[in-house]
């Protein structure tokens, strides 16, 4: 069965700085793996993917994740973190085996950046 | 990107009378549409997967009476919250993936909120 952990509930971070936004995964097969950013009492935004090539993805709004076989770790970054980066964040795996595009997420985490 | 488009953006009802909520895709179309509940400050829990002409495919747990769900064309689905009780009371949302560019991710309608009163 697919499933996602996000560990951290919130993370706290003071604007300017570094932040990181932890996800591991478990499916069967290779894995889609993505990151949504959802603002209160709105839909989710797509920031970024990785389905296959570079472990390395980029996204929107200068975040990037890392695809780590090994650990089954997708973790959200971003050099700089703003003000407005304060957010909840999903990430979510769907697997490419018999995919329907059906995707599973983790529970969230509030990201809260401090001016 | 591809939009998708969610109606109505909240809605207030009495217990006991039903409630639909429509999904629709704008600029392209979903032969599959996935709907989607969240509680507060809870992740999404997928509910069923809306199949264009045929039935939906409801997740373990959920009751496929309760929620009915019409995907009648390429570009819309909708959900009926039948007889509505304040435990239906929640944020539902809606997504769709564009499989003819084929690029992946689940676009993502700005979500209903329900409350029953």
């Known amino acids: 069965a697919q499933s996602v952990a996000q560990p951290e509930d919130q993370v706290n971070v003071a604007e300017g700085n570094p932040l990181t936004v932890k996800c591991t995964y478990s499916v069967s097969g290779n894995p889609y793996l993505f990151w949504y950013v959802q603002y209160p009492n709105r839909g989710l935004q797509f920031l970024l993917k990785?389905?296959?090539?570079?472990?390395l993805v980029k996204g929107s709004y200068g975040f990037e994740a890392e695809f780590n076989k090994s650990q089954t770790s997708f973790h959200l970054k971003k050099p700089s973190a703003l003000v407005s980066d304060s957010a909840l964040y999903f990430c979510?795996?769907?697997?490419?085996?018999?995919?329907?595009?059906?995707?599973?997420f983790g529970q969230g985490t509030t990201l809260q950046v401090k001016p | 990107g591809a939009v998708v488009s969610q109606h109505p953006s909240w809605v207030i009802c009495k217990s006991g009378t039903s409630v639909k909520i429509e999904c629709r895709s704008l600029?392209?179309?979903?032969?599959?549409m996935f709907w989607y509940r969240q509680f507060p400050k809870q992740s999404l829990m997928l509910m069923a997967t809306s199949n264009e002409g045929s039935k939906a495919t409801y997740e373990q747990g959920v009751e496929k009476d309760k929620f009915l769900i019409n995907h009648a064309s390429l570009t819309l689905s909708t959900l009926t919250v039948t007889s509505a009780h304040p435990e239906d009371s929640s944020f539902y949302i809606c997504?769709?993936?564009?499989?003819?560019?084929?690029?992946?991710?689940?676009?993502f309608g700005e979500g209903s909120r329900l409350t029953v009163l």
């Open positions: 600029d392209f179309q979903a032969t599959t």
């Open positions: 979510a795996v769907s697997s490419l085996s018999g995919n329907t595009g059906k995707l599973i």
């Open positions: 997504s769709a993936r564009d499989f003819a560019r084929n690029t992946g991710e689940l676009f």
């Open positions: 990785y389905i296959t090539g570079d472990n």
